[in-house]
């Protein structure tokens, strides 16, 4: 092949047919009448010209790419070639339609090999993106089963998916995010090489939103304030809560979207009764918890800002457990319990775990809460990542630097493995008249995937150890759409369901 100069993109014109002619007949030799004719392609470049599409090489052109809108719900998925275009008059073609129909592509067979096609599909998936359009489909022709008569069409694709078996067409599709929906009969039954079949093949767009008449985008870039709180005395119940409003102010100073406070934030009003025993003492401490949830969620309405709470002990029916509370800005209030009480808030305090397991949408991302120790097991952020969780928050209390690394490193682990972003917010400092919570270490941190869109050690930002502070971060949601279909690994896709899944089990 000659040395190339130059590549250009570009719209079909009609004026451009002869040439259009001349490359569809050098595409398609084997073909009777292969090319489109004059009304079909000057209809096509006047009802949707931005769909019609030429790659030029050195001003030459090689390569061409044909499209239709269309409202896909008008058809079902048995269709054929000539219920989608009208029998060829693309009457079926409708601006205000959720899916682009690709009618043709072709690459000059001299220039095969330059991934032509693949551009041609990059662009068609661009548009398909800017248009806010649902998904890209078309049927693709499978040239090589003539040559299995052993095989049915389900069997040939199956086995091309599993590169047993090389189909030029098909291997092509995939390798460009197309998947197939179903097989389909009689879709041109001039295909002689497909014996009439077609793999119905679709590329989904995963920024679409439905279109509605009142639509408010949901925003894509999330700005978290973690609260690396100081345990340290305090004079009463107005001392803690003018410490907290403090912090919730500063950070909706930044219009944080969350704000999250750690584990048994209101663990410095035990020193009232450390001279209880401690499971007396924990049971006194949860006396204030309903208190504390009124004034949080106060807070998050006049600051405009939705707090996680952190945690705080929860005595109701002579059960103790370990809860915290999302206060959303609009006013609404959801709760979440610890699973996993510690081997230590077992024999000290006498917890026990909780049952919930849920995430919660809000106006900012669909999010999970786990308390501390829940990070340290897999399952749990796994059945919050199944309902499409997109931050994970993590507040926690640790003594001991290998304490706080157990639930450091999970949670690294967590982003990675559930594709998502992960945020642990801890408390510093002492309380030495409180008994059993007496140090604490911490260091706060929001975690990511480790892709090329983010940063390689999967660190976003992350305060100072062991220093009472707060941490803002802005996130971005759309790219983990794009991670979890374009990443270098897709571990929540690729998972192999036919072998082992994680359940939750009702209580």
């Not at 499209?67 to 601006?95: E, G, V």
Request: proline letters at 5%; a negative charge.
């Amino acid at each position: 092949m000659k040395s190339i100069d130059k590549i250009e993109l570009q719209h079909l014109k009609f004026s451009e047919y002869k040439t259009l002619q001349e490359l569809m007949i050098k595409c398609y030799p084997k073909v009777q009448d292969p090319a489109w004719t004059k009304d079909q392609i000057n209809k096509l470049t006047t009802i949707f010209p931005e769909g019609q599409t030429v790659i030029k090489v050195d001003g030459e052109m090689v390569a061409c790419a044909l499209a239709i809108i269309i409202d896909y719900q008008l058809f079902d998925d048995k269709h054929t070639y000539l219920d989608i275009t009208a029998n060829d008059t693309f009457k079926t073609h409708s601006p205000d339609g959720d899916t682009m129909y690709g009618l043709d592509m072709l690459v000059h067979p001299d220039y095969r090999g330059l991934r032509l096609g693949r551009r041609l599909y990059d662009y068609r998936k661009e548009l398909c993106e800017e248009m806010n359009l649902k998904s890209i489909v078309f049927g693709g022709r499978l040239p090589n089963f003539h040559k299995f008569d052993d095989l049915s069409a389900k069997q040939y694709i199956e086995k091309v998916k599993n590169k047993e078996i090389h189909d030029p067409v098909l291997n092509f599709q995939l390798s460009n995010d197309f998947h197939v929906k179903r097989v389909v009969k009689n879709y041109l039954p001039e295909d002689d090489a497909s014996e009439s079949y077609a793999a119905l093949l679709e590329w989904s767009n995963i920024y679409y939103q439905k279109p509605q008449k009142k639509y408010k985008p949901q925003k894509s870039v999330v700005r978290l304030g973690l609260v690396q709180w100081g345990m340290r005395p305090y004079a009463g119940w107005d001392d803690l809560t003018e410490q907290i409003e403090y912090f919730v102010d500063a950070v909706s100073g930044y219009r944080a979207d969350f704000l999250l406070f750690p584990e048994y934030v209101n663990a410095p009003l035990m020193a009232e009764y450390n001279h209880l025993s401690e499971p007396d003492a924990i049971r006194k401490l949860a006396g204030y918890t309903e208190k504390l949830r009124d004034t949080f969620a106060e807070y998050a309405i006049s600051y405009n800002t939705n707090i996680i709470t952190g945690s705080m002990p929860e005595f109701k029916d002579d059960v103790l457990k370990n809860i915290g509370y999302l206060c959303k800005r609009n006013g609404e209030i959801e709760r979440y319990e610890k699973i996993h009480p510690t081997p230590d808030e077992v024999k000290v305090w006498g917890m026990t775990g909780g049952t919930q397991i849920k995430t919660f949408d809000t106006d900012a991302g669909k999010i999970g809460i786990l308390i501390c120790y829940d990070v340290e097991f897999p399952e749990l952020s796994r059945l919050l990542a199944k309902q499409e969780m997109d931050i994970l928050f993590v507040p926690f209390l640790t003594d001991t630097q290998n304490g706080y690394s157990r639930v450091r490193n999970c949670a690294i682990a967590r982003a990675i493995e559930n594709e998502c972003y992960v945020a642990i917010a801890g408390s510093v400092g002492n309380l030495p008249k409180v008994h059993n919570m007496d140090i604490s270490f911490a260091q706060s941190v929001v975690f990511t995937p480790c892709d090329f869109s983010f940063p390689t050690n999967g660190i976003k930002a992350e305060a100072t150890p062991n220093t009472e502070m707060i941490l803002i971060v802005d996130v971005d949601l759309d790219l983990l759409k794009e991670l979890h279909e374009q990443g270098s690994v897709r571990t929540m896709k690729d998972r192999r369901t036919d072998l082992y899944d994680v359940i939750s089990i009702e209580k």
